[in-house]
């Protein structure tokens, strides 16, 4: 009978610290999983692209999708995370694939410090880098050849909605951010805590001075010239 209460004893205990750890939350102090590389993700994203010229102006819209389908090795015989792109839209009914990207996460001993970094038409860029407080930039060009192009981070851990659907813990890389009765000009990324980027904003309008009380006019109703892009993640999965 004591051999049976013991074993009780003990089974609660387990199942109190395995709630514990369930209801624990996510590890924040991990950035890099602000961008998880693992394989199984799948991002489905609308894109909306829009431009303004002194005579014309377009939009195009569609859906654009990033499926994490396999590990693959790199040039260094390490492994880097196959990245299948596609996109949805126009006279295509489905998806057709666009080509391949290649992700991974490497440590610099050196630095102590983690980088996420994507491979693209065979450019390498640094997408993260961990630890990573509010203030701090990142070179994203600092492992290509292209002039450095610094992104600081800000709004680490705040809430948002994005796509319809709220998340607890975001983080928001910012490029520019410039907007007053001329210019609007804005390149951001947001990515959640466990998910990965989430919206993405590239904005460049000016407007225009020559019509009358053109300062008490939003921008965007006098457009010179510019163009906006936006890209939204409307549905993540795991599929294995």
């Known amino acids: 009978m004591r051999t049976i209460k013991s074993l009780l004893a003990v089974s609660a205990v387990l199942v109190f610290f395995a709630a514990c750890k369930k209801d624990k939350g996510p ?10 590389v693992d394989i ?14 002194t005579d014309s102006s377009g939009s195009v819209s569609y ?8 590990d693959v090795p790199d040039n260094t015989g390490g492994l880097q995370t196959r990245i299948k792109t596609e ?13 391949y990207d290649y992700i991974q ?17 065979n450019i390498r ?19 290509n050849l292209a002039l450095a192009q610094y992104w600081t981070a800000s709004l680490i851990e705040k809430s948002g909605s994005y796509g319809g659907q709220n998340y607890e813990h975001t983080l928001t890389l910012i490029e520019t951010e410039q ?15 466990s998910v990965g980027l989430v919206y993405k904003e590239d904005t460049y309008i000016k407007g225009k ?31 294995y």
Do not use: C, F
């Open 87 to 99: 996109r949805r839209g126009g006279n295509a009914a489905g998806y057709t694939v666009l080509g």
């Open 179 to 193: 907007s007053d009765s001329v210019y609007i000009i804005t390149n951001k990324e947001v990515y959640a805590h």
């Open 63 to 70: 859906m654009y999708r990033e499926t994490y389908e396999t």
């Open 40 to 53: 199984g993700h799948q991002y489905e994203y609308q894109i909306d692209s829009m431009y303004w010229t």
């Open 125 to 143: 860029y640094i997408m993260l880098l961990a630890p990573i407080e509010n203030g701090d930039s990142l070179n994203r060009n600092a492992k």
């Open 209 to 239: 001075t020559n019509v009358p009380n053109w300062q008490n006019i939003p921008v965007e109703q006098r457009i010179e010239y510019g163009y906006k892009y936006t890209k939204e993640l409307k549905s993540h999965a795991d599929l």
């Open 27 to 36: 590890d924040l102090a991990d950035r890099t999983l602000y961008l998880p």
């Open 105 to 121: 996460k490497y440590y610099n001993k050196n630095q102590k410090e983690w980088t996420v970094e994507l491979l693209k038409n």
